[in-house]
């Protein structure tokens, strides 16, 4: 006797619709999963329709261009900015700065921003660079400001430290290390980046 019930026929429950914000953060998810996967020139908002599991027409009502629902993307799906490290120590402080870097650089923004800057054309390319310098560099910038200033009250730090170079040269080493030597940062690169190139700058002398 074989049963009426759903199970045994094997077929699936209707997929719930979704709306409103559940069904954008769907489309956005998507689309970095295009821009990880295939990149800038890949990505297609038909593709990322049928990565949203929805229709074309859902994604081109909330975003017009490709470009849009990039940078939108992209915005949704960075790492919000580490709490400034305050753990004693310039050593100890770099390091958690340095790892909290590489981990939004890792995650699936911080891989979708690589595959898709050096392909975009220049008028995305400067948008994909704004929102980098405003949501990642920014706030990285002003993580370095406090570590600097909390080495100088400590001591540890010249007191003419500060600057525009000094907070650029963390990130200017991972990108260079990941872009240019095409190569995967490791915790070996990131002890280095410390302790041959931030503490040498740093540090009072003779300290």
């Not at 295939?38 to 990322?48: A, D, F, P, R, Y």
Request: with cysteine; charged share 25%.
């Amino acid at each position: 006797m074989v049963s009426s019930g759903r199970h045994a026929t094997g077929a699936q429950p209707p997929a719930v619709r979704r709306r409103g914000p559940v069904l954008e953060r769907a489309i956005l998810s998507a689309a970095l999963d295009q821009l990880s996967e295939v990149g800038w020139k890949g990505l297609t908002m038909e593709g990322v329709a049928a990565g949203a599991q929805t229709g074309k027409a859902a994604v081109y009502r909330r975003w017009s261009t490709k470009e849009d629902l990039v940078i939108d993307a992209l915005r949704a799906g960075l790492p919000k900015p580490p709490d400034p490290p305050d753990h004693g120590s310039l050593r100890a402080d770099l390091l958690s700065f340095c790892y909290s870097m590489l981990s939004s650089m890792r995650s699936r923004s911080g891989v979708a921003v690589r595959a898709v800057i050096h392909e975009c054309d220049h008028g995305a390319a400067e948008r994909i660079a704004e929102l980098i310098k405003g949501e990642v560099l920014a706030p990285g910038k002003e993580i370095i400001r406090h570590i600097v200033r909390n080495g100088i009250a400590r001591g540890e730090v010249r007191a003419d430290a500060c600057g525009g170079m000094i907070e650029d040269v963390v990130p200017a080493l991972l990108m260079y290390r990941t872009k240019v030597c095409a190569g995967e940062v490791t915790d070996r690169d990131v002890t280095e980046i410390v302790d041959q190139v931030m503490l040498p700058m740093l540090r009072v002398h003779g300290a």
